[in-house]
């Protein structure tokens, strides 16, 4: 991304002379490592911020009018609104993640006097599940607490993320979106549970080796209506559980403890979508220990295991998202693949060998567009730090 030519698109659109008072900013997108749909059953998830992301350039406004453009969405125009004037809006399309987040920062009691001009870029791929919703909206909140010295506490940006998304979008997800994308931190995985939000750093060594995100270019469309119904097929089996088990969520049985009282949930389909809780949510924690230890081949065949429970027990992967990982776990030089973010399409991820990096595209690449007809995308990722102002070009 070249910021400084980002930076004279600000200039030109929103008509500002000179550089006084524009900054820089930029919100990575997330993938998660593994613990896949774990997020809202009290579970633990795995995930790094990556280097591609969102890119803004700001200015505080000496009025109270907010004005929006991306080059992602040349369509929309420039979407302009008072603070005094907060209410999701339809015809604002994508400047409600930023609407939201405006109005529940204000609702949290910080103070945004003024308004601001925002000009947003990104090289997340639309639709593609690596969490582009929670890097506008960490971005949006980022420049606010920063261009207002409002000093917000991280955690607080993304607990509000969670509220936008949930509240002001109308999604029902969990919250490590927008954790992943905040606490971010370079060459670092962060184990983090969802109940208590106690995270824990992994430092991700992955010498002579590099993660592969897969995007199957097959958009989501199943996957918010999915989700919704996932997640109450796990509400209904704790519910079940909760009648013999002093527990507040999946995520707080072990293995044993859950096939000792599998018979309590009396239907086969919410005993599957229950184990692939309570078994990926274990598998956080094996990998965390394997990763501490080094041990990427063992990290690998969790992988493995994550995406196969995905596909058997949550029923989430679907036809394109199998085809990519079946084909990267045939080539020589691959530890593991599995599918990565809600499932339905979007993403798979594989860790693979530095040197088999260029076949491994290859050859999946081409299995992939003889079984399916059109062609996956593939990009190399590096693990960046979360939401910050920047001053240089980022990777």
Not at 98 to 120: C, F, Q
Not at 230 to 244: D, F, G, V
Not at 326 to 331: S, T, Y
Request: glycine share 10%; hydrophobic share 40%.
């Amino acid at each position: 991304m070249n910021l400084p030519h980002l930076t004279k698109d600000f200039r030109e659109l929103f008509s500002y002379e000179d550089m006084e008072g524009i900054r820089s900013f930029f919100s990575p997108g997330r993938i998660n490592l593994i613990g896949e749909h774990t997020d809202y059953n009290g579970g633990r998830v795995f995930p790094c911020a990556i280097t591609y992301g969102t890119y803004g350039v700001a200015k505080k406004r000496d009025d109270r009018r907010i004005r929006l453009f991306s080059k992602n969405f040349l369509e929309a125009g420039v979407i302009e609104f008072s603070l005094d004037e907060l209410d999701h809006d339809p015809a604002h399309t994508w400047g409600n993640f930023a609407k939201g987040m405006i109005r529940y920062l204000i609702e949290a009691g910080w103070e945004i006097p003024a308004g601001m001009d925002i000009l947003i870029e990104g090289n997340i791929p639309n639709g593609a599940g690596l969490s582009s919703s929670a890097s506008l909206e960490m971005l949006v909140g980022v420049i606010a607490n920063e261009l207002f010295e409002l000093e917000i506490p991280r955690i607080s940006l993304v607990q509000i993320g969670k509220q936008v998304e949930n509240e002001f979008i109308g999604v029902n997800s969990g919250i490590m979106d927008q954790f992943a994308v905040g606490m971010g931190k370079k060459d670092c995985g962060i184990l983090l549970d969802c109940e208590t939000l106690e995270y824990e750093y992994a430092p991700l060594k992955l010498d002579g080796y590099k993660i592969i995100i897969m995007n199957t270019n097959k958009r989501r469309e199943l996957a918010d209506s999915k989700y919704n119904e996932r997640r109450s097929q796990c509400e209904s089996a704790l519910a079940y559980l909760q009648k013999q088990l002093n527990i507040r969520s999946l995520g707080a049985l072990s293995e044993q403890q859950f096939d000792a009282n599998i018979a309590l949930i009396p239907d086969g389909i919410l005993q599957k979508r229950a184990r692939h809780a309570v078994y990926e949510n274990e598998r956080t924690k094996k990998a965390l220990a394997e990763l501490k230890q080094g041990n990427l081949a063992s990290f690998g065949k969790l992988m493995n295991e994550s995406h196969l429970s995905l596909k058997d027990d949550y029923e989430v992967t679907g036809i394109e998202l199998d085809t990519l990982v079946e084909a990267a776990w045939m080539q020589s030089g691959t530890l593991g693949a599995r599918m990565t973010g809600a499932g339905f399409g979007g993403c798979a991820i594989a860790l693979v060998e530095a040197v088999a990096v260029e076949s491994f595209i290859e050859e999946v690449g081409n299995a992939y567009k003889e079984k399916i007809g059109y062609e996956a995308t593939f990009y190399v990722a590096h693990i960046g730090d979360g939401t910050k102002e920047i001053t240089a070009e980022v990777e």
